[in-house]
């Protein structure tokens, strides 16, 4: 992701890319089985950028849903804004903000504001590198569960701090990656991560195939919820 927690894959904000001023991005996915296993899972992500000439407005909605044997086991939905301010050909300034709820991290919401600086490491027609260096405050109410004792309210800090990369084979087949790592200011040992990969196939100027891994951590994640998701999707994605 896209994935949440302030995560989101910027790898088409360049500023090299002038071509337009205003573009969309739908990516979706979808997929289900029948017989003695009966599931469904959908998966939309949709992306609009206003380019000028020093700066990119991004907003990127977020929407998944999941059943297994007619039982919801996915929930979960954001919505981020970023900012990116090109301060001169290396750095630029980014601000953001997000919300986001997820059923089935007891997370009723989340909701956060940050900013920082991103440094281009690598720039040219085949590769672009990102390096990120910033933080956020959040603040995140946990659902009240029979049994656990972690449900209420808390706010936070944490240092926001990712490298992106994209890799272009060819002018249809593309790989790109972003890592983020998100160490909690008043206790280190308390920190999110996330690995994100992504392979494009164009198939023309409007339609791509795109098989995509993600792996969130939580060190210290709500009562009851595993340390790791891991996810895998095949879909396609949109450009208009």
Request: avoid cysteine; aromatic fraction near 12%.
């Given at each position: 992701?896209?994935?949440?927690?302030?995560?989101?894959?910027?790898?088409?904000?360049?500023?090299?890319?002038?071509?337009?001023?205003?573009?969309?991005?739908?990516?979706?996915?979808?997929?289900?089985?029948?017989?003695n296993t009966q599931t469904e899972k959908a998966v939309?992500?949709?992306?609009?950028?206003?380019?000028?000439?020093?700066?990119?407005?991004?907003?990127?909605?977020?929407?998944?849903?999941?059943?297994?044997?007619?039982?919801?086991?996915?929930?979960?939905?954001?919505v981020h804004y970023r900012y990116i301010?090109?301060?001169?050909?290396?750095?630029?300034?980014?601000?953001?903000?997000?919300?986001?709820?997820?059923?089935?991290?007891?997370?009723?919401?989340?909701?956060?504001?940050?900013?920082?600086?991103?440094?281009?490491?690598?720039?040219?027609?085949?590769?672009?590198?990102?390096?990120?260096?910033?933080?956020?405050?959040?603040?995140?109410?946990?659902?009240?569960?029979?049994?656990?004792?972690?449900?209420?309210?808390?706010?936070?800090?944490?240092?926001?701090?990712?490298?992106?990369?994209?890799?272009?084979?060819?002018?249809?087949?593309?790989?790109?990656?972003?890592?983020?790592?998100?160490?909690?200011?008043?206790?280190?040992?308390?920190?999110?991560?996330?690995?994100?990969?992504?392979?494009?196939?164009?198939?023309?100027?409007?339609?791509?195939?795109?098989?995509?891994?993600?792996?969130?951590?939580?060190?210290?994640?709500?009562?009851?919820?595993?340390?790791?998701?891991?996810?895998?999707?095949?879909?396609?994605?949109?450009?208009?």
């Amino acid at each position: 992701m896209t994935p949440v927690m302030a995560i989101v894959n910027m790898d088409g904000l360049h500023f090299s890319e002038h071509n337009k001023t205003f573009s969309a991005d739908l990516d979706f996915s979808i997929s289900g089985s029948s017989g003695n296993t009966q599931t469904e899972k959908a998966v939309l992500n949709t992306q609009f950028s206003w380019r000028a000439e020093k700066s990119i407005n991004l907003v990127i909605l977020g929407y998944k849903y999941g059943k297994s044997n007619n039982s919801r086991n996915v929930n979960r939905a954001f919505v981020h804004y970023r900012y990116i301010h090109q301060l001169n050909n290396t750095v630029d300034l980014e601000i953001f903000g997000q919300l986001e709820t997820n059923e089935f991290t007891r997370l009723s919401y989340r909701g956060l504001a940050g900013s920082g600086v991103r440094y281009t490491v690598v720039k040219s027609e085949q590769n672009n590198a990102f390096l990120g260096l910033g933080a956020f405050y959040s603040k995140e109410k946990i659902e009240v569960t029979a049994g656990l004792t972690d449900d209420g309210i808390e706010e936070f800090s944490r240092a926001n701090i990712y490298f992106l990369s994209k890799y272009n084979v060819s002018p249809s087949i593309s790989f790109s990656n972003v890592i983020y790592y998100q160490p909690r200011l008043n206790k280190l040992s308390d920190f999110r991560a996330l690995l994100e990969t992504k392979f494009d196939l164009k198939i023309n100027n409007v339609l791509t195939l795109r098989l995509s891994l993600d792996v969130e951590h939580d060190s210290e994640p709500s009562q009851g919820i595993q340390n790791t998701d891991v996810s895998y999707m095949t879909g396609l994605k949109l450009r208009f």
